[in-house]
T-cell receptor, first 111, second 115 residues
Framework: SQQGEEDPQALSIQEGENATMNCSYK?????LQWYRQNSGRGLVHLIL?????REKHSGRLRVTLDTSKKSSSLLITASRAADTASYFC???????????FGTGTKLQVIP | DTEVTQTPKHLVMGMTNKKSLKCEQH?????MYWYKQKAKKPPELMFV???????INESVPSRFSPECPNSSLLNLHLHALQPEDSALYLC??????????????FGEGSRLTVL
């Protein structure tokens, strides 16, 4: 079963626009991570935010975490066609390495 | 070397065959994972190894048999699979075990087709 639910399930934007994806999770976490997957192949780690952090930046990525609401968001600024991919939030469920994926958001950036 | 290498990339097998998927990492990571991913779905956790010992089995059918011969290698032995087991099988490793695993490093996956 999935620990996280993401919305929207799919998002289509024009190149240059910002993309925001949201993730809600069920149990308490130690950290939350975001990954990208291109065309059903391997996953690439984007960013990790710890439970005692509220916001983190990495290049064009901004992640927020609200542990009281059990939610996180990923913002991609100035999107590019190469950002077209599926994005997943990932967290540890039930403690101890049950690292499970959210349902994912499929992002399409139109050139 | 920050790679996780999976072989084979593609595998086609019959329901009576026995085959294995292999995964290798040389980053000194002590936790390794198998995930199964069906088309248009998120990866689902199958097994976790911590310090070469099986620490998590997510109620996976016994026709999937994991093995961790040493800290760098992870195998998934396949026997008597069903067509619905066709999927992308992803291997990952992480530097840490326990609650704070750190970043997971993924291989490119092995795409399995069961006829």
């Amino acid at each position: 079963s999935q620990q996280g639910e993401e919305d929207p399930q799919a998002l289509s934007i024009q190149e240059g626009e910002n993309a925001t994806m949201n993730c809600s999770y069920k149990t308490s976490i130690n950290n939350l991570q975001w990954y990208r997957q291109n065309s059903g192949r391997g996953l690439v780690h984007l960013i990790l935010i710890r439970s005692n952090e509220r916001e983190k930046h990495s290049g064009r990525l901004r992640v927020t975490l609200d542990t009281s609401k059990k939610s996180s968001s990923l913002l991609i600024t100035a999107s590019r066609a190469a950002d077209t991919a599926s994005y997943f939030c990932v967290s540890s469920r039930g403690g101890y390495q049950k690292v499970t994926f959210g349902t994912g958001t499929k992002l399409q950036v139109i050139p | 070397d920050t790679e996780v290498t999976q072989t084979p990339k593609h595998l086609v097998m019959g329901m009576t065959n026995k085959k294995s998927l292999k995964c290798e990492q040389h980053m000194g990571h002590r936790a390794m994972y198998w995930y199964k991913q069906k088309a248009k779905k998120p990866p689902e956790l199958m097994f976790v190894y911590s310090y070469e010992k099986l620490s998590i089995n997510e109620s996976v059918p016994s026709r999937f048999s994991p093995e961790c011969p040493n800290s760098s290698l992870l195998n998934l032995h396949l026997h008597a699979l069903q067509p619905e087991d066709s999927a992308l099988y992803l291997c990952a490793s992480s530097p840490n075990t326990g609650l704070d695993t750190g970043e997971l490093f993924f291989g490119e996956g092995s795409r399995l087709t069961v006829l």
